[in-house]
């Protein structure tokens, strides 16, 4: 296998590790979820994205949101507005007070109380409305500005080529690329082609994202469509080993295997913890419902413990069940293995 990690992937003055992101995802992406993540090899972390009038009118949630753990870094802090001036004052505050190494800026984000704000995947539309608006962002902060965005708003308006060279020629240092339109949500399949397009149309690194979802995907996206790095999103729910097994892949050819049930189990306690720690055991509980979910996937019995979790109300009960359930699935496994080699 060729080894695709070879060609540096950088963005501005940032060397990464190595070419494997991990996507902002909202209501996901906080420091907790990074840390854990980024501990599982990711080169560059992005956060969820945040609204430039929270920050700018010191919304107390919004500005929690930019916690940044040291360990975090390199990280891409992604903001999203529809007006010029507090998009600028947002990033502004984000270059002056926070430990971020790249503003990113939103223009993908399909969602109706988005694009009523002008903002997110609106921007797909007018590439003049990008080069400005960018452009006002890049001349006002030092920090490292990108963007993240989706080919198109649907079939017939695919500006991505015309958008990405706006983003370059506003300054932009790289610019992600997911291969769906806004029309598409997350639904259907990302398109690779455009992506490719968009890499042989500009000389800022591009990375790609959309249906990265095993090790195997992330090599074939880099070899169809020579994007300096991948973006991992919905893989990664639950399943931070994606991460490390992709880059393991891409390195040395070799497939790690998948976590056992135990291991799963630790990696989602020690979430958990972090959890906590950041946003306090009641919103923490509640939150990692979800996540145990995801960690859960593919566990046999996990539907039954989706619904015990879903009741849990403190910490201790949470955890506790967890451990419990670790064990017994962890009894199972090795009843299989015992079975195989008898």
């Known amino acids: ?11 501005g003055d940032f060397v990464m590790d190595n070419r494997v992101v991990l ?32 920050i700018v009118l010191k919304n107390e949630r919004t500005l929690s949101m930019l916690y940044i753990d040291e360990r975090e870094n390199p990280l891409s802090l992604q903001i999203f507005g529809g007006e010029k001036e507090t998009l600028v004052a947002a990033a502004k505050y984000v270059d002056q007070h926070t430990t971020a190494d790249i503003i990113d ?3 993908g984000c399909p969602v109706n109380k988005i694009i009523k704000c002008e903002a997110g995947a609106r921007w797909l539309l007018d590439p003049e409305k990008i080069y400005e608006m960018v452009s006002a962002v890049v001349d006002n902060v030092k920090k490292t500005v990108s963007v993240k965005m989706r080919t198109g708003w649907d079939d017939e308006h695919l500006y991505m080529v015309e958008n990405a060279r706006a983003v370059e020629r506003a300054g932009g240092a790289a610019v992600a690329v997911h291969g769906r339109t806004r029309m598409q949500m997350y639904e259907g399949q990302a398109n ?20 990265v979802n095993t090790p195997q995907d ?9 994007v300096d790095a991948v973006m991992i999103g919905r893989a990664a729910l639950g399943d931070p080993w994606m991460i490390y097994r992709t880059v393991e892949y891409l390195e040395t050819g070799v497939l790690k295997p998948e976590p056992t049930a135990q291991e799963k189990i630790d990696v989602c306690l020690l979430h958990f913890d972090r959890l906590t ?3 306090g055991e009641k919103i923490a509980v509640r939150e990692m419902r ?16 989706r619904n015990v979790i879903n009741q849990t109300e403190t ?3 949470l955890k506790d069940y967890l451990r419990c359930f670790a064990e017994e699935a962890s009894k199972e496994e090795y009843s299989a293995v015992d079975s195989i080699l008898a």
Request: one cysteine or more.
């Open 1 to 11: 296998m060729t080894n695709t990690s070879t060609k540096p992937f950088q963005i």
């Open 23 to 54: 996507a902002p995802m909202a209501g996901i992406c906080n420091s907790a979820f990074r840390l854990t993540v980024k501990e599982f090899g990711a080169g560059l972390v992005y956060a969820e994205m945040i609204s430039d009038k929270g």
């Open 105 to 107: 800026i939103n223009m």
């Open 192 to 211: 690779w082609d455009l992506i490719r397009q968009v890499k042989e149309s500009v000389n800022i690194p591009v990375i790609g994202n959309g249906d």
């Open 218 to 226: 992330a090599k074939r996206m880099l070899d169809e469509t020579g």
């Open 277 to 279: 720690a950041l946003k």
């Open 290 to 305: 979800k996540h145990a979910a995801w960690y859960l996937k593919g566990i046999r019995g996990n539907g039954t413990a």
């Open 315 to 317: 910490a201790q009960e």
